[in-house]
């Protein structure tokens, strides 16, 4: 299946003397993205705002970002930030924020063209949380080399500074991912917000891809006709609509501890597997999963480059091996028929 995605072609020329030249930039990705390497920010707002901003519809509130340039240079740029969520926002010492950039007062800084990405940030201002952010983040991470249907996401160094006093509250690591409506555009079509959409409504290969990576991970949290942690693109061309998940931190890989589940599906713990991909999408589950064990020494290898090395090691451990559960049940396809797609949903 064809996406209408700005790809990269990365093609290592040879050079003169056997030397190689390194890989074209591709301009049509912002900058932010362009590079896995984390970035230290300092956000600079009225935090002790912010923590009051308890409701969905809580306004934008000024900020502003430094980060270091280029050129060793600190480069302020300044925003508008909201809190959002639901649970995070009851919950959570650091609310979730959305940020607000407005592209001709960002112009030539690392945050052009993002629109209105969301963070994730540290629920409380301890190692363990910190962790759990950086879980979370490592799975948008892996759905990104499966598929283009996904967040692009750029790992950040906060350092939260209230404006009202100057003084620098906590510094931890979060995450930036894509604005949905930037997602949306790069697959040729509009985020919908209508709720309802059947199986047969979405395109098979990827909506069976989203179904096995849901059950890699072991998350349920999610619902697809309802649009919870679950996005649909629908294109002008009336063509299926293209399934793009997010929120995974009610996941068995991330095991967070407040994470809870349904009782209604039988399932006592995060990390008991629930397979919930639609029966009649079974033609394409053997794809899907073949997909995912094609994909198994990229996905590890996440865990072991820069950015997966943020993790402790003792959670790189216990993931890989939780991992490693999922893929012994799914080593040729009549383990995974048995194992996994037998209790697919409207089974007959």
Not at 115 to 124: L, Y
Not at 194 to 211: H, I, N, R, T
Not at 312 to 325: A, F, K, Q
């Amino acid at each position: 299946m064809r996406y209408h995605t700005a790809a990269l072609l990365l093609l290592l020329l040879s050079a003169p003397g056997g030397a190689q030249t390194a890989p074209p930039i591709d301009t049509t990705v912002p900058r932010l993205f362009r590079s896995e390497a984390p970035l230290a920010i300092t956000l600079t707002a009225n935090m002790k705002q912010l923590r009051d901003d308890r409701s969905e519809t809580s306004p934008y509130r000024p900020a502003t970002i430094t980060y270091i340039g280029a050129d060793a240079k600190p480069v302020t740029v300044p925003l508008k930030v909201k809190t959002h969520g639901i649970w995070r926002l009851k919950h959570c010492e650091f609310p979730p924020l959305r940020f607000n950039f407005a592209n001709k007062q960002v112009k030539g800084t690392l945050f052009h063209d993002l629109e209105k990405p969301k963070v994730v940030s540290t629920c409380k201002n301890t190692d363990q949380h910190e962790q759990l952010v950086l879980r979370e983040m490592q799975l948008y991470r892996i759905y990104r080399t499966l598929t283009p249907a996904s967040h692009r996401v750029r790992t950040l160094r906060i350092s939260y500074a209230d404006s009202a006093t100057g003084k620098v509250e906590a510094t931890r690591y979060g995450f930036l991912f894509e604005d949905p409506d930037k997602v949306a555009e790069r697959l040729g079509g509009k985020m919908s917000k209508v709720k309802g959409a059947s199986a047969s409504d979405v395109e098979p290969e990827l909506y069976s891809l989203v179904f096995a990576f849901e059950y890699f991970i072991s998350n349920l949290d999610f619902s697809f006709n309802g649009l919870h942690n679950g996005q649909l693109v629908v294109k002008p061309d009336a063509s299926p609509l293209l399934p793009v998940p997010y929120d995974f931190d009610f996941s068995g890989a991330v095991n967070a501890p407040y994470a809870t589940v349904d009782a209604r599906l039988g399932t006592k713990k995060v990390r008991e597997r629930l397979f919930r991909g639609y029966c009649e999408l079974k033609d394409d589950f053997p794809a899907a999963f073949q997909k995912l064990r094609d994909r198994k020494d990229a996905i590890y290898a996440l865990y072991r480059d820069d950015v997966g090395k943020l993790l402790d090691p003792g959670t790189v451990r216990e993931t890989l091996e939780y991992y490693d559960e999922f893929y012994d049940r799914i080593k040729t396809d009549t383990d995974a028929e048995r194992n996994v797609w037998s209790t697919c949903v409207g089974r007959r």
